[in-house]
């Protein structure tokens, strides 16, 4: 049996027919992209997956040209006939076909359809909601046909990549128990054992890490995760990872697969080179400079500024109240950023209100290195140069202040720089991936809003994390400052995975959790099957997990991450197309010892 590139029905792509086809009789199949029917001649814009040709039905086309009448827009026909020479004059440039042209002898309707919903073009003013419902039609335009390509191909170079290091690919459940991963579960209670219920898995966490102690020592997996979120416009309920684990290796061997595996996806997916090996920064430095820790290195200079000790025995009364609670006063400076207009730097203080701050003090440096701002009558004159110096600024300059606790102010500041580098154009092209190691092991839960466990404090990345050697044996004594063996990869801004050394010693395990506030009782009933795997010999462990959606998002340059995902779901988690969720048959419900509580009335 020969396998036929396009379908035994057709012997050509219309995408792929060009010049040296000329002559060439040829069967060609898809859907009606335009038509332009002048009566004796009509013209057929044919398309299907690999691009489009023009197909015409002339005077002695017959029967063709009928069928040609009656086509329109969408229906699926099927076209046989001669490839020839466009006309001098009537080369269209815009198309890869663009020389050529099919002469129908014979064109068979397929498939009739009913006038689409919308163009199938790019760039065309359709509300989400319409195109999501008729996602068929959605992914028939050019730009949304091209996204699902590149997902398919950088998926492709993904497992080549891991299969020629060696790990394998292996399944994990869906139907399982709850993984921890900051997020709430979504349920599905089960019939045959009334009064429980499956969780979706937020990641394949826990398995991946027993597949270690299987003996696996290298797996990965393209895996769907479940997260019930408020969602944002990058996340999305259920998304898709690149899930990676190893044995007997340290963060070096996951960051060297990794880099090595996003080299190759940006070189073949869209022919764009990486440096490599990517910056490293410690997740101390990263706030510090940039006040994130997802900095976006496009940007250049604009780092943020320490400024308490210039302001140590400072007289202005904001920065003094706040540098006396413990607080730290940072700044940044904008280049040129002295043309801004009052009302723009009105508009700045706003901006920083709304982000929860008392305010956002400015200042512009002059030629004669002062500095004009509302605060300069209360500054020495050291200051004022210990400030310039400090932000590394110029004449022409703005400098901006934020003042308050410190993890507050870097971030006000460090969302500020992204902020005016947008505004003002000083986002750079291309690229910049950075990985983030050495983060702190846990976070106060009010700073992340959802516990683990019982007491005031959380896992900043998940309770199987590592402790650095140096924390191993004292994490609990201070537990604001212990460190964690993992990495984060930032691109452009984004995060687009993280991951960890694991714990793969029982009684470490059992610490954090103690630590965490889950008691042993606790533990056992919730991670019980890992706590017994850790104990069955488990050999040293890591991985990483890329988001799959984000990393698709950011080689197509989408801005929405549903415009990545074939079927996604709306902001509010429902499906346009198959109107899920649902209401669900009484019936089916009482199985599984159900009742829903009503829809509430949208008031
Ligand atoms: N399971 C983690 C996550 O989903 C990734 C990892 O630690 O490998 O974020």
Same mark, same amino acid.
């Given at each position: !049996?020969?396998?036929?590139?396009?379908?035994?029905?057709?012997?050509?792509?219309?995408?792929?027919?060009?010049?040296?086809?000329?002559?060439?009789?040829?069967?060609?199949?898809?859907?009606?992209?335009?038509?332009?029917? +002048?009566?004796?001649?009509?013209?057929?814009?044919?398309?299907?997956?690999?691009?489009?040709?023009?197909?015409?039905?002339?005077?002695?086309?017959?029967?063709?040209?009928?069928?040609?009448?009656?086509?329109?827009?969408?229906?699926?026909?099927?076209?046989?006939?001669?490839?020839?020479?466009?006309?001098?004059?009537? /080369?269209?440039?815009?198309?890869?076909?663009?020389?050529?042209?099919?002469?129908?002898?014979?064109?068979?309707?397929?498939?009739?359809?009913?006038?689409?919903? %919308?163009?199938?073009?790019?760039?065309?003013?359709? @509300?989400?909601?319409?195109?999501?419902?008729?996602?068929?039609?959605?992914?028939?335009?050019?730009?949304?046909?091209?996204?699902?390509?590149?997902?398919?191909?950088?998926?492709?170079?993904?497992?080549?990549?891991?299969?020629?290091?060696?790990?394998?690919?292996?399944?994990?459940?869906?139907?399982?128990?709850?993984?921890?991963?900051?997020?709430?579960?979504?349920?599905?209670?089960?019939?045959?054992?009334?009064?429980?219920?499956?969780?979706?898995?937020?990641?394949?966490?826990?398995?991946?890490?027993?597949?270690?102690?299987?003996?696996?020592?290298?797996?990965?997996?393209?895996?769907?995760?479940?997260?019930?979120?408020?969602?944002?416009?990058?996340?999305?309920?259920?998304?898709?990872?690149?899930?990676?684990?190893?044995?007997?290796?340290?963060?070096?061997?996951?960051?060297?697969?990794?880099?090595?595996?996003?080299?190759? /996806?940006?070189?073949? &997916?869209?022919?764009?080179?990486?440096?490599?090996? %990517?910056?490293?920064?410690?997740?101390?430095?990263?706030?510090?400079?940039?006040?994130?820790?997802?900095?976006?290195?496009?940007?250049?200079?604009?780092?943020?500024?320490?400024?308490?000790?210039?302001?140590?025995?400072?007289?202005?009364?904001?920065?003094?109240?706040?540098?006396?609670?413990?607080?730290?006063?940072?700044?940044?400076?904008?280049?040129?950023?002295?043309?801004?207009?009052?009302?723009?730097?009105?508009?700045?203080?706003?901006?920083?209100?709304?982000?929860?701050?008392?305010?956002?003090?400015?200042?512009?440096?002059?030629?004669?290195?002062?500095?004009? @701002?509302?605060?300069?009558?209360?500054?020495?004159?050291?200051?004022?140069?210990?400030?310039?110096?400090?932000?590394?600024?110029?004449?022409?300059?703005?400098?901006?202040?934020?003042?308050?606790?410190?993890?507050?102010?870097?971030?006000?500041?460090?969302?500020?720089? =992204?902020?005016?580098?947008?505004?003002?154009?000083?986002?750079?092209?291309?690229?910049?991936?950075?990985?983030?190691?050495?983060?702190?092991?846990?976070?106060?839960?009010?700073?992340?809003?959802?516990?683990?466990?019982?007491?005031?404090?959380?896992?900043?990345?998940?309770?199987?994390?590592?402790?650095?050697?140096?924390?191993?044996?004292?994490?609990?004594?201070?537990?604001?400052?212990?460190?964690?063996?993992?990495?984060?990869?930032?691109?452009?801004?984004?995060?687009?995975?993280?991951?960890?050394?694991?714990? +793969?010693?029982?009684?470490?395990? &059992?610490?954090?959790?103690?630590?965490?506030?889950?008691?042993?009782?606790?533990?056992?009933?919730?991670?019980?099957?890992?706590?017994?795997?850790?104990? +069955?010999?488990?050999?040293?462990?890591?991985?990483?997990?890329?988001?799959?959606?984000?990393?698709? !998002?950011?080689?197509?340059?989408?801005? =929405?991450?549903?415009?990545?995902?074939?079927?996604?779901?709306?902001?509010?988690?429902?499906?346009?197309?198959?109107?899920?969720?649902?209401?669900?048959?009484?019936?089916?419900?009482?199985?599984?010892?159900?009742?829903?509580?009503?829809?509430?009335?949208?008031?």
């Amino acid at each position: !049996m020969t396998i036929t590139p396009f379908g035994s029905l057709r012997t050509h792509g219309a995408g792929t027919l060009r010049a040296e086809h000329v002559g060439d009789t040829v069967t060609i199949a898809g859907w009606v992209d335009t038509r332009r029917d +002048h009566g004796g001649v009509a013209f057929l814009d044919l398309r299907d997956r690999s691009g489009l040709v023009q197909v015409v039905a002339d005077p002695e086309a017959g029967d063709a040209l009928e069928a040609a009448h009656r086509v329109r827009s969408e229906w699926v026909v099927r076209v046989t006939g001669t490839v020839r020479a466009r006309p001098e004059g009537m /080369v269209n440039d815009r198309i890869d076909t663009g020389d050529v042209e099919v002469a129908a002898t014979s064109i068979e309707v397929l498939s009739e359809a009913e006038t689409p919903p %919308f163009p199938v073009e790019d760039g065309i003013e359709v @509300s989400e909601e319409l195109r999501l419902k008729h996602r068929y039609v959605d992914l028939r335009r050019p730009k949304m046909a091209a996204i699902l390509q590149l997902r398919s191909r950088a998926t492709s170079v993904i497992r080549q990549v891991m299969d020629r290091h060696g790990f394998l690919d292996v399944e994990t459940p869906i139907l399982t128990r709850a993984t921890p991963e900051g997020a709430r579960d979504f349920l599905v209670p089960s019939r045959l054992q009334p009064g429980e219920s499956y969780a979706l898995p937020q990641s394949p966490q826990l398995f991946k890490q027993l597949l270690m102690v299987a003996g696996v020592e290298r797996y990965y997996q393209i895996a769907r995760c479940f997260r019930d979120e408020n969602l944002r416009a990058d996340r999305q309920p259920e998304f898709t990872q690149l899930d990676v684990e190893l044995s007997f290796g340290d963060q070096e061997d996951v960051i060297a697969v990794m880099e090595e595996l996003l080299a190759e /996806v940006w070189r073949e &997916a869209i022919g764009v080179e990486v440096a490599t090996p %990517f910056t490293r920064l410690t997740y101390a430095e990263a706030l510090a400079r940039f006040g994130s820790d997802k900095p976006d290195l496009r940007i250049e200079r604009m780092e943020l500024a320490t400024l308490n000790d210039v302001f140590a025995d400072t007289e202005v009364g904001v920065f003094k109240g706040v540098l006396g609670d413990g607080g730290s006063v940072i700044a940044l400076a904008l280049p040129s950023g002295g043309d801004m207009t009052r009302k723009q730097f009105d508009d700045l203080v706003e901006w920083a209100k709304r982000r929860g701050a008392k305010g956002l003090a400015w200042g512009v440096v002059e030629d004669d290195g002062s500095l004009r @701002s509302p605060l300069s009558k209360f500054m020495s004159e050291d200051e004022i140069a210990g400030v310039i110096a400090t932000t590394d600024a110029s004449a022409g300059d703005a400098i901006f202040f934020g003042a308050g606790e410190t993890t507050f102010a870097r971030e006000l500041i460090g969302a500020l720089r =992204n902020h005016l580098a947008a505004e003002r154009g000083l986002i750079g092209e291309g690229f910049r991936f950075c990985w983030i190691v050495d983060a702190p092991m846990f976070e106060p839960v009010e700073d992340r809003g959802e516990a683990v466990g019982s007491t005031a404090w959380t896992p900043v990345h998940h309770p199987f994390t590592a402790p650095t050697p140096e924390w191993m044996d004292r994490f609990e004594d201070s537990p604001g400052e212990a460190l964690s063996n993992a990495y984060d990869v930032v691109c452009n801004g984004y995060e687009l995975g993280g991951g960890s050394i694991r714990i +793969h010693d029982r009684e470490v395990q &059992a610490r954090v959790f103690r630590f965490l506030g889950i008691s042993d009782e606790d533990a056992e009933e919730r991670f019980g099957f890992l706590l017994r795997g850790l104990a +069955h010999g488990a050999p040293p462990h890591g991985g990483i997990a890329l988001g799959l959606d984000r990393l698709v !998002m950011l080689l197509a340059d989408a801005t =929405n991450i549903r415009d990545v995902i074939s079927f996604p779901k709306t902001q509010t988690g429902g499906c346009p197309l198959t109107d899920a969720p649902a209401p669900y048959e009484e019936i089916a419900l009482k199985e599984l010892g159900l009742r829903l509580a009503p829809k509430p009335v949208k008031g």
